[in-house]
């Protein structure tokens, strides 16, 4: 009568291994440093840091905050395949209205450029994209944290994918959206750093100036001297949509630090998103932890580290494609 419990011991142990063989096979985990030794003698990294290094010199001193910005979007949409950096017309992932914004493709398009004439093939798109941005928020100020590698690229990319919070998300249903890619509460408080650099337009910010929430009166959480002041960068029924720096600490709005946390905690946020991660006691406490030092740069890496991580193709899945922009034709 045991015959058959151990058969289907024998059958388990098969299926399992069977299972077991075919997600190691097919989906290896991302490495540090996937790329030694796969590109003849060259170190990837290394160019890639070149790249960014001389855009962050000679061309722009803001490339971080396009890159984070970039990043986020890339990961928080189909996980971090490339998939953003796909041209199409109006139905892809960049023609997003949350998108509209974006920038730093042309770095990427640089130093993808640069890899695949040292070997062709090799690096993914949505590799370069998270060592760039480590290499431009070290250039900024952030910590310099180790990247896992080891990414392929994405094939497909749809608008209808786009599903990026607003910037009036509640800190709760931030939470609920960051939880869906798998990140955690504490992530994300950490990530809402990146607003520590950039800038947003004032049409989004317009409703907290002048008519919160249909009060016809400003955000009362808004600091009196931070109203006025954005009150003259942004007036009502302006032509033109500013820019307002996200940091409003005007010796660090280009640094990546935690000045940020500093500002919010102060009710000088700018996005109602940012004001409501210091004022809500889903976060409040850890954003005055931050806010009082408490070792951001290397929090913040390792959130990104983790962003990083969402949804990634690896292995045999999808492509290294040859240019960024387009899916290979063969
Ligand atoms: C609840 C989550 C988030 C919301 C609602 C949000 C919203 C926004 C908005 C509305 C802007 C301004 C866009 C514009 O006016 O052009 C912005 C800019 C920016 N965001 Fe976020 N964001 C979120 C999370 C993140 C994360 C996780 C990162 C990176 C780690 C990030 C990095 C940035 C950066 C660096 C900018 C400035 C971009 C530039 O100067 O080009 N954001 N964000
Ligand atoms: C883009 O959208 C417009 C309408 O808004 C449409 O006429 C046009 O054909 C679209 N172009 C592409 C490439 O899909
Ligand atoms: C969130 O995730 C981080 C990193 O994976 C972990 O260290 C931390 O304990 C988690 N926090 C919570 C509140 O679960
Ligand atoms: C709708 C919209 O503005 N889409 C933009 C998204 O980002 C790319 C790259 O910056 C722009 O070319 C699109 O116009």
Redesign the pocket.
């Known amino acids: 009568m045991s015959s058959p419990s151990l058969s289907l011991i024998v059958i388990a142990a098969i299926v399992s291994a069977a299972l077991c063989g075919q997600s190691r096979g097919a989906t290896p985990p991302l490495q540090v440093g996937f790329y030694k030794g796969k590109c003849a003698s060259a170190d990837v990294e290394a160019i890639v840091g070149g790249v960014v290094k001389a855009w962050y010199d000679y061309k722009d001193k803001t490339i971080a905050a396009g890159l984070l910005r970039l990043q986020f979007h890339d990961c928080f949409v189909n996980g971090c395949d490339a998939s953003l950096l796909l041209d199409g017309g109006?139905t892809t992932e960049?023609?997003?209205?949350p998108?509209?914004?974006?920038?730093g493709?042309e770095l990427i398009d640089a130093a993808k450029a640069v890899v695949e004439a040292v070997c062709r093939g090799v690096v993914s798109c949505a590799d370069i994209i998270v060592m760039a941005t480590r290499d431009a928020v070290a250039l900024s100020g952030g910590g310099r944290y180790i990247v896992e590698t080891g990414r392929r690229d994405g094939t497909i990319s749809l608008l209808k994918n786009v599903d990026l919070p607003s910037p009036s998300v509640s800190v709760s249903d931030s939470i609920k959206a960051f939880a869906k890619k798998g990140l955690n509460a504490t992530d994300m408080i950490y990530l809402l750093g990146g607003h520590t650099v950039g800038v947003t337009h004032c049409s989004l910010i317009q409703d907290r100036l002048y008519n919160f929430r249909g009060t016809q009166k400003p955000d009362p959480n808004m600091e009196a001297a931070l109203l006025t002041a954005l009150r003259t960068r942004c007036p009502q029924n302006a032509k033109v949509d500013n820019e307002v720096n996200l940091d409003q600490n005007p010796l660090s709005s280009m640094v990546v630090d935690n000045s940020y946390y500093k500002q919010i905690v102060k009710k000088r946020g700018i996005l109602q998103i940012d004001q409501d991660l210091a004022l809500d006691p889903l976060s409040k406490t850890s954003v005055e932890a931050i806010a009082s030092g408490f070792n951001f740069n290397e929090k913040f890496g390792q959130a990104m580290i983790k962003l990083g991580g969402v949804q990634v193709l690896t292995g045999t899945q999808g492509q290294i494609r040859r240019s960024c922009r387009a899916v290979n034709k063969s």
């Open positions: 109006n960049k023609a997003a209205i998108n509209r914004s974006v920038r493709y």
